[in-house]
């Protein structure tokens, strides 16, 4: 079974915190992929990776950043946090073998930033 | 550019009652993926199905079926004899051949009551 763990399930922070939100696929998967999730506007990409070091901006990377140093980690950073981003955040990742594109996911990392 | 729009934000139906999600698509694309995900209250997105563009061939796993129509661009899935376990925020998202992104609809979110 494809397992993705996410450091926690609820966070608080405060305002101007730099904060880490850490993933982890224990498949060998080549992509990983953050979005958030907010009420009315459902998933959005934030940064996707599809190898070490390789990053990609999603439709909505303004106030992140990521870090994918080694192929089963994937981490999100916001360098100075805001109320605006206080949401649900979901990791997911997906395999090139067979080009079947299903992502599994994390169980979610619930933010609140005050 | 790809979308996908699920009308139905939100259906309330009883035990035991069938219930259909609605799911259509747009791709200029004449190869692309089809998915369909469940995320119950607990958060996680679980993956439920995957359909390439090739294969209009309607599936059934247990109480669940997936209509998929070409010709009208859904991709619907039914819910036969609900239990108030199927609560939770369906999502159905795409993927287009050659990409690992997925576009996702904004769910709807289906509460069975007993």
């Known amino acids: 079974d494809v397992k993705v763990t996410q450091s926690s399930r609820y966070l608080v922070k405060r305002t101007g915190e730099k904060v880490f939100l850490e993933c982890v696929q224990d498949?060998?998967?080549?992509?990983m992929f953050w979005y958030r999730q907010d009420p009315g506007l459902g998933l959005r990409l934030i940064y996707f990776?599809?190898?070490?070091?390789?990053?990609e901006k999603g439709d909505i990377p303004e106030g992140y950043s990521v870090s994918r140093e080694k192929k089963e980690r994937f981490s999100l950073i916001l360098e100075s946090a805001s109320t605006n981003q206080t949401s649900m955040y979901l990791c997911a990742s997906s395999s090139d073998r067979g080009s079947t594109y299903e992502q599994y996911f994390g169980p979610g990392t619930r933010l609140t930033v005050t | 550019a790809q979308k996908v729009t699920q009308a139905q934000t939100e259906i309330s139906v009883v035990e035991k009652e069938d219930v259909t999600l609605d799911c259509v698509y747009e791709t200029r694309d004449t190869t692309y993926y089809l998915f369909w995900y469940k995320q119950p209250p607990s958060g996680e997105l679980v993956f439920l199905i995957r359909r390439n563009s090739f294969d209009e061939q309607n599936e059934i796993s247990g109480r669940y079926s997936w209509n998929f129509q070409k010709s009208t661009s859904s991709f619907n899935f039914t819910i036969t004899a609900s239990q108030v376990v199927d609560s939770a925020v369906y999502f159905c998202a795409l993927s287009e051949a050659g990409y690992s992104t997925l576009t996702f609809g904004k769910g709807t979110m289906l509460l069975v009551s007993p």
């Open positions: 990776s599809y190898d070490v070091k390789m990053k």
């Open positions: 498949m060998d998967h080549e992509n």
